[in-house]
């Protein structure tokens, strides 16, 4: 079974997600506040199982959050721990925020310690 | 001066004058009381970022008050929602207060729920770990909660109070009230620097 592309737009409080199984360019980005994460990133994670199984030959995440919530940061967790159990494949996640946002640059660095998977910080100020 | 008025119900007309004086006088943004739904949440949310839009404030400022009223307002309504099943919590057992303020030049988040008086004692306890930790130690508790709670995905693991003392800069003020022998009165007070 071949996986297609999960295209999700954005609402006023979750992110648009654009995971491309072909490429392994994979994006999540906006604001992330809903109250239970888990019914929004659940469904994401779900396929991440899928692709984990028949994956590209490397995954790069971008990530980029205006807004982040504790809920999704959980959730969030369970999708860096399914994308890290890809054995033999790159895979690498690029953290982006703004110069000025020291929040999430902070948010990121949580992660990188936490998460086993190569982790790219990037102050950028084009988003 | 003329002074006209017409009374037909038993309360009070200037009452509401003397909340409009000291909501004035605190500087109140924005206030709310009454039961936390997720509809309910989103629009207070959208209301106030709004509201703060319109303020002469710094981006940064603007985002951490949002994130942590965020944050706020999730943690009542998880923890309003866990309750049915223990103590029978009573509709009026299950609405909240929020009030945003300007103090000072800094922005005050006050709220007020009902608890379970046997949810007192570990709540109490984890604020005060809380507040016993400095930036490094919060983020290693934080960091800590994280990876545990991605074990667990019930588990909350108070990810959110740590979040609000961290993003906040300053202890959490807070305070147990005994309405009756089974339900408190959790009043917390976030000053964000």
């Not at chain 1, 690029?94 to 990037?122: R, S």
């Amino acid at each position: 079974m071949s996986l297609t592309t999960l295209h999700i737009l954005p609402t006023a409080f979750t992110p648009e997600v654009k995971f491309d199984p072909t490429t392994g360019k994979f994006e999540i980005k906006g604001r992330s506040i809903p109250e239970n994460a888990h019914e929004f990133y659940n469904p994401l994670i779900d396929w991440v199982k899928n692709y984990s199984e028949i994956p590209a030959g490397s995954t790069s995440v971008d990530v980029y959050f205006e807004y982040l919530n504790t809920s999704s940061s959980k959730s969030l967790m369970h999708l860096f721990n399914v994308l890290g159990t890809i054995s033999g494949k790159q895979v690498s996640i690029n953290w982006l925020h703004t110069q000025d946002d020291e929040a999430m640059k902070e948010a990121g660095e949580d992660f990188n310690t936490i998460v086993n998977l190569p982790f790219n910080i990037v102050a950028t100020d084009t988003i | 001066m003329y002074i006209c008025f017409t009374r037909f119900l038993n309360v009070s007309l200037s009452n509401i004058y003397q909340l409009y004086r000291s909501m004035e006088e605190e500087n109140v943004i924005l206030s709310f009381k009454g039961i936390i739904t997720a509809d309910l949440l989103t629009s207070v949310l959208h209301l106030m970022e709004a509201k703060m839009e319109k303020m002469d404030e710094a981006p940064r400022t603007r985002k951490r008050v949002f994130s942590i009223l965020v944050e706020c307002l999730q943690n009542i309504y998880h923890h309003l929602d866990d309750n049915p099943t223990e103590v029978d919590f009573e509709a009026h057992n299950r609405s909240a207060v929020v009030l945003i303020s300007k103090v000072n030049n800094q922005f005050l988040i006050r709220t007020g729920n009902c608890i379970n008086i046997p949810k007192i004692m570990e709540l109490k306890e984890r604020l005060d770990m809380i507040n016993s930790l400095d930036k490094d130690g919060l983020r290693e508790m934080y960091q800590t909660s994280l990876s545990e709670a991605a074990m667990s995905p019930k588990a909350t693991a108070g990810l959110g109070m740590i979040d609000i003392a961290r993003k906040s800069g300053n202890k959490l003020d807070y305070e147990f009230l005994e309405i009756d022998s089974k339900i408190g009165f959790f009043c917390l007070n976030i000053l964000i620097d």
